[in-house]
T-cell receptor, first 113, second 115 residues
Framework: AQSVDQPDAHVTLSEGASLELRCSYS??????LFWYVQYPGQSLQFLLK??????VVKGTKGFEAEFRKSNSSFNLKKSPAHWSDSAKYFC???????????FGKGTSLTVIP | GGIITQTPKFLIGQEGQKLTLKCQQN?????MYWYRQDSGKGLRLIYY???????QKGDLSEGYDASREKKSSFSLTVTSAQKNEMAVFLC??????????????FGAGTRLSVL
């Protein structure tokens, strides 16, 4: 069975600090991994994805994520963080055998100016 | 670019009522999805459709019906609304099969409240 775990429900940090949001997954085959962001009052927006190849992928808004097969993780990073990064972030896994996505519960990020 | 339009934005229903949510996309995407977002529970898949007139059940399909009569539209019916139910229903689409095409595009959501 596939699953995605985001162990931190809330993360708070100061503007200018480095942010890293954790995501781990469980999947027996090669995963397709995604990060989405949901700003207050808005719907989810695509940030970046890992399909294959380079294990560090860069996305929009200065974010990047690193795929680590050794510990089944796909952590999202950005440095420095900006107050406008305050949002809820969702990690997701896609099973390429059929059209399904498994989402984590999300991490609410607050960046204090 | 394209857009996904969900109607209505807000839906208030009575217990036991049948309620229908609609979704339209102009991306010309093949695959469409309905997700339910509950506070603290992330997104859970209700139904998806890989082409017109196709329906596939997700993990949360019980209590829901779906319809994909046109490529551009995908509707979801709550067959019997549950008292005090509150959730946001998100419609999404993607180009089709295969990892490179697997990016989801989301609508703004329909917020359901059941009295």
């Amino acid at each position: 069975a596939q699953s995605v775990d985001q162990p931190d429900a809330h993360v708070t940090l100061s503007e200018g600090a480095s942010l890293e949001l954790r995501c781990s997954y469980s999947y027996s085959a090669a995963p397709y991994l995604f990060w989405y962001v949901q700003y207050p009052g808005q719907s989810l927006q695509f940030l970046l994805k890992y399909i294959t190849g380079d294990t560090v992928v860069k996305g929009t808004k200065g974010f990047e994520a690193e795929f680590r097969k050794s510990n089944s993780s796909f952590n999202l990073k950005k440095s420095p963080a900006h107050w406008s990064d305050s949002a809820k972030y969702f990690c997701a896994l896609s099973n390429t055998g059929y059209q399904n996505f498994y989402f984590g519960k999300g991490t609410s990020l607050t960046v204090i100016p | 670019g394209g857009i996904i339009t969900q109607t209505p934005k807000f839906l208030i229903g009575q217990e036991g009522q049948k309620l229908t949510l609609k979704c339209q996309q102009n991306f010309n995407h093949d695959t469409m999805y309905w997700y339910r977002q509950d506070s603290g529970k992330g997104l859970r898949l209700i139904y998806y459709s890989i082409t017109e007139n196709d329906l596939q059940k997700g993990d949360l399909s019980e209590g829901y019906d779906a319809s994909r009569e046109k490529k551009s539209s995908f509707s979801l019916t709550v067959t019997s609304a549950q008292k005090n139910e509150m959730a946001v229903f998100l419609c999404a689409s993607s180009m089709g099969l295969g990892g490179l095409q697997n990016t989801l595009y989301f609508g703004a959501g329909t917020r359901l409240s059941v009295l």
